[in-house]
């Protein structure tokens, strides 16, 4: 194998105040925290172990699109040992819906050369869509092999084992091929200070949407075929009910199922 691309978004985090602008809906991202998707923490690390169980000269390629900020990500998969980065950005994409995301995703995996495993999270913990991969399997005719949670690579045939509500599946698919991962997948490495360092001279190849051949009039909320028009926040959760059991706790809890209509 020549080249492992894992798909990295940029998000924020679940711990800091997320909302979205007042003006078009979209992702407010200076009003929170920014930091790698967990799951695509989980996908890097995969990567690396083939990589590592390969021990050939395997390359591990972080592809994301995203804005400037978005090198933090990077700059976090470098430091855990991907060797290097592409990262697409261009104005004209803020607001681009799933399908205009995996687009430019499908046309930036074309221009990387050997790509032929491409791993990506299940969902990402914002849009949480968790179509960008089959979306960029079905722009590139691959295979997909979906919601994984034990991955193997032999020569150019690649299996797994898929983890549902409905159970477990075993899956091949011959290479070139799309995996996204779950979190049962691995526990990701701490980058370390060596890591860190090493990440800083790291190549990262910036990419336009010229560059890829895409349209601004493809991308973009301008263009979205579905974009976000109301919001509402949840409320605080409030606090729970404590009833106390003086011999009637079983009552008391019938009693408030019944109010709140659960039973
Ligand atoms: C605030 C906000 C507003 C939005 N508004 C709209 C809207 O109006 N209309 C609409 O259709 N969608 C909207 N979205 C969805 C948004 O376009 C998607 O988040 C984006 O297209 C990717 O989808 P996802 O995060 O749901 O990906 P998922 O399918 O959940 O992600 C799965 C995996 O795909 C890969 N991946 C996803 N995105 C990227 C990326 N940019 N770069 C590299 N890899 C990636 C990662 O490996 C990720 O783990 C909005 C999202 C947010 C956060």
């Known amino acids: 194998m020549t080249n492992i691309v894992v798909l990295i978004k940029q998000v924020p985090d679940t711990g800091s105040e997320r909302k979205l602008s007042d003006g078009d809906f979209t992702l407010d991202r200076e009003a929170a925290d920014s930091v790698l998707c967990e ?8 990567a ?18 995203g804005p400037e900020k978005a090198t933090e990500a990077i700059r976090k998969a470098l430091s ?3 060797d290097k980065a592409v990262h ?9 819906d799933i399908l205009q995301t995996a687009w430019v995703l499908a046309r930036a995996l074309g221009q990387i050369e050997g790509a032929e495993l491409v791993i990506t999270g299940n969902a990402s913990s914002d849009g949480a869509g968790g179509a960008v991969p089959a979306i960029v399997a079905e722009y590139l005719g691959l295979p997909q092999l979906t919601h994984v949670r034990k991955l193997a690579v032999d020569g150019d045939t690649v299996t797994a084992e898929r983890e549902t509500d ?6 091949s698919a011959t290479l070139p091929a799309i995996v996204s991962v779950g979190e049962k997948i691995n526990e990701p ?9 090493a990440a800083k001279k790291k ?39 404590k009833i106390a059991d003086e011999g009637e706790g079983g009552t008391k809890i019938a009693e408030y199922l019944v109010a709140q209509k659960l039973i």
Request: glycine fraction near 10%; aromatic fraction near 4%.
């Open 80 to 82: 855990m040992g991907a």
């Open 48 to 65: 690396l172990q083939i990589k590592e169980r390969n021990a050939d000269d395997t390359v591990v390629t972080v592809l994301t699109v």
């Open 203 to 241: 190549e990262v190849v910036e990419l336009s949407l010229a560059d890829l051949g895409v349209e601004a009039d493809e991308v973009g909320l301008a263009n979205a075929g579905s974009s976000v028009v109301s919001s509402t926040p949840k409320p605080p959760k409030a606090a729970g009910e």
């Open 166 to 171: 409905d159970g477990v599946f075993g899956l």
């Open 88 to 96: 697409v950005k261009d104005d004209a994409i803020h607001g681009s």
């Open 189 to 197: 490495r701490f980058p370390s200070f060596k890591g860190i360092m």
């Open 39 to 46: 799951i695509n923490e989980r996908a890097v690390e995969e």
